[in-house]
């Protein structure tokens, strides 16, 4: 189980149908360290588990429904300019479950073992101003 990128243990999760069109695969799984969403097939993982255990990835990462949809939304924030309107239906369901995104990414901001493809700070900012 790791991630096909960076080689990092991965952590896997089901995707809601509601959003699956913004995912990897109906079973995905997300990066410890450089956040990309794959397929759970395509890291090595065979059995996903019903709840994922996010923490993880940092104790503070959000559960539930509402941190599928953010570890979805962190894996497409590498191409913002591409994947905006995705982003935003990703933010705006893990914010109905109760995710407070800006904070929770402000939070993964200051975890120095995150490797991710771009600035987590500076990407927080910019969804901000999409609002």
């Known amino acids: 189980m790791s ?7 991965v952590v896997a999760f089901t995707v809601p149908a509601a959003l699956r069109k913004h995912a990897p695969a109906t079973e995905s799984a997300i990066c410890s360290s450089c ?6 097939s395509e ?3 065979d ?9 993880a990835i940092h104790e503070s990462f959000p559960t539930g429904r509402g941190g599928v ?3 979805l939304a962190l894996g497409k924030l590498d191409s ?3 994947e905006r309107a995705a982003i935003e239906e990703l933010c705006e369901a893990a914010e109905r479950a ?3 995104v800006r904070l929770a990414l402000e939070r993964l901001a200051e975890v120095d073992e995150l490797d991710p493809p771009f600035d987590i700070g500076r990407r927080s900012q910019q969804l901000a101003s999409f609002r």
């Open 35 to 40: 956040l990309r969403t794959v397929a759970a």
């Open 43 to 45: 890291a090595g993982v």
């Open 47 to 55: 059995d996903v588990p019903e709840n994922a255990d996010f923490s």
């Open 69 to 71: 949809a953010f570890a």
């Open 98 to 100: 109760g995710v407070d």
């Open 3 to 9: 991630c096909p990128a960076c080689d990092a243990p």
């Open 80 to 82: 913002l300019a591409l």
